[in-house]
């Protein structure tokens, strides 16, 4: 089946193209929803309209979003959990998690069908895809320690800091010497 899309749809293609789709997915989805119309003669000639009407709508979203954006690409994500000595977690970090997660820092609302990801299950470090518009997808850093590891790295991690700022006026003292 012939469609012509309507409004941009994720990994299908942008309002104004003609694609071939599968006859369920037309039929049950993407008419349905007001996504796309079955490409006939008629709709044709309406694709300079509706790609001019599409390009003003990304670029008010991308307007909109781009400080968003901004500010979620490289967050850093910290997700402590239980795991096995392998490194295999007891359960998993979702895209509900990661969503949350984002809105906790940023207090903007992040669906967890925006978030590309699969499920982590094992300890380490991951990326993930927030969609906010096509153009603007902004990249997450994950990282899952096992629980009580982490505050014990982060203290560890300060330490030399606090020992570095200290020892700087020392050097600074005995170079003027």
Same mark, same amino acid.
């Given at each position: 089946?012939?469609?012509?899309?309507? @409004?941009?749809?994720?990994?299908?293609?942008?309002?104004?193209?003609?694609? &071939?789709?599968?006859?369920?997915?037309?039929?049950?989805? %993407?008419?349905?929803?007001?996504?796309?119309?079955?490409?006939?003669?008629?709709?044709? @000639?309406?694709? $300079?309209?509706?790609?001019?009407?599409?390009?003003?709508?990304?670029?008010?979203?991308?307007?909109?979003?781009?400080? %968003?954006?901004?500010?979620?690409?490289?967050?850093?994500?910290?997700?402590?959990? &239980?795991?096995?000595?392998?490194? @295999?977690?007891? $359960?998993?970090?979702?895209?509900?998690?990661?969503?949350?997660?984002?809105?906790?820092?940023?207090?903007?609302?992040?669906? @967890?069908?925006?978030?590309?990801?699969?499920?982590?299950?094992? %300890?380490?470090?991951?990326?993930?895809?927030?969609?906010?518009?096509?153009? %603007?997808?902004?990249?997450?850093?994950?990282?899952?320690?096992?629980? $009580?590891?982490?505050?014990?790295? $982060?203290?560890?991690?300060?330490?030399?800091?606090?020992?570095?700022?200290?020892?700087?006026?020392?050097?600074?003292?005995?170079?003027?010497?």
């Amino acid at each position: 089946m012939k469609v012509m899309l309507v @409004k941009d749809v994720y990994k299908l293609g942008r309002a104004g193209d003609i694609k &071939k789709v599968a006859d369920g997915f037309g039929r049950n989805f %993407l008419i349905p929803q007001g996504l796309a119309v079955i490409a006939t003669a008629g709709a044709l @000639k309406q694709i $300079g309209k509706i790609r001019s009407q599409a390009e003003i709508r990304r670029t008010e979203q991308n307007s909109e979003l781009k400080d %968003l954006a901004s500010h979620i690409n490289g967050l850093v994500l910290s997700f402590s959990a &239980k795991a096995g000595e392998t490194g @295999k977690l007891y $359960g998993s970090i979702t895209t509900q998690d990661v969503a949350t997660a984002i809105q906790e820092k940023t207090r903007y609302e992040v669906k @967890k069908a925006q978030i590309d990801m699969q499920p982590i299950r094992t %300890l380490g470090e991951f990326t993930a895809h927030v969609r906010l518009t096509i153009d %603007l997808v902004p990249e997450v850093k994950i990282a899952v320690h096992r629980e $009580g590891e982490a505050v014990e790295e $982060g203290a560890n991690a300060e330490v030399p800091a606090e020992t570095r700022q200290t020892e700087a006026p020392t050097q600074a003292a005995e170079s003027a010497s």
